[in-house]
């Protein structure tokens, strides 16, 4: 059976990951594609995964639940946005992917979470590398000490790191932070990079990039 063409945009994003990959003398088959779903109405959402996206990023869960309860099987959920405790039990039978781990309460509440299942999701820390005071994420300075506490505290196994640089400065220099901060941490994965500039984060060593205005357009309003 012949395997579903990618949409024009889904064909666009995967090539110039590609490009980029190679020009950095990387294998393009080491970058996952997240395509990032929310607020997107559905008729958006299908043409992209009848063109075989299995990779979805979302920030809410709830809103999630309700998109992809029915249409789990064979697909990869990320989520992509801040986590509240109350809801980790919702997220751990949702997602294979969380992707903001941020704060000692959220890591013990997964890690109580997790024994109870006896099943982890895999798990990035996020770092708030421009130190945003309006934005979730543990501050570069503070990291590692984080990290160690998931690891050795509340017995988490962290899989990599995952950011959102500020809007209005250049990317490279959070990407290559966030590269440095893994690199001492023994963390191989990097989630970094969204439609403007996917292409810089793989340069800087993204593993997975989050693309959602590339391959969608603007955001629907809720």
């Not at 490009?19 to 008729?43: C, F, N, S, Y």
């Not at 990779?55 to 809410?60: A, C, D, L, S």
């Not at 130190?131 to 570069?140: M, R, S």
């Not at 640089?165 to 440095?180: C, I, N, Q, S, V």
């Amino acid at each position: 059976m012949t395997a579903p063409a990618p949409t024009p945009a889904l064909q666009a994003v995967l090539d110039r990951m590609a490009a980029a990959a190679r020009a950095a003398g990387r294998d393009p088959a080491d970058i996952a594609l997240v395509a990032v779903t929310k607020t997107q109405r559905w008729e958006s959402i299908e043409p992209i995964l009848a063109a075989g996206q299995r990779r979805f990023g979302e920030n809410r869960v709830q809103e999630a639940q309700s998109r992809w309860a029915e249409r789990r099987e064979g697909l990869e959920l990320r989520l992509i946005g801040p986590l509240q405790t109350n809801k980790v039990r919702d997220a751990l039978a949702l997602f294979d992917v969380i992707e903001t781990l941020d704060r000692p309460k959220l890591a013990r509440s997964l890690a109580d979470e997790i024994q109870k299942r006896g099943a982890a999701p895999r798990l990035y820390v996020e770092v708030n590398t421009g130190e945003e005071p309006q934005k979730a994420g543990v501050a570069p300075g503070a990291v590692d000490g984080f990290i160690s506490a998931c690891r050795d505290e509340f017995g988490l196994g962290v899989e990599g790191l995952m950011c959102v640089p500020p809007a209005d400065e250049e990317p490279a220099m959070h990407f290559a932070l966030l590269a440095r901060i893994a690199r001492r941490n023994g963390l191989e994965k990097l989630s970094m990079g969204m439609s403007a500039d996917f292409e810089t984060a793989i340069r800087f060593g993204a593993t997975s990039v989050r693309v959602g205005r590339a391959l969608f357009g603007a955001r629907a309003k809720l």
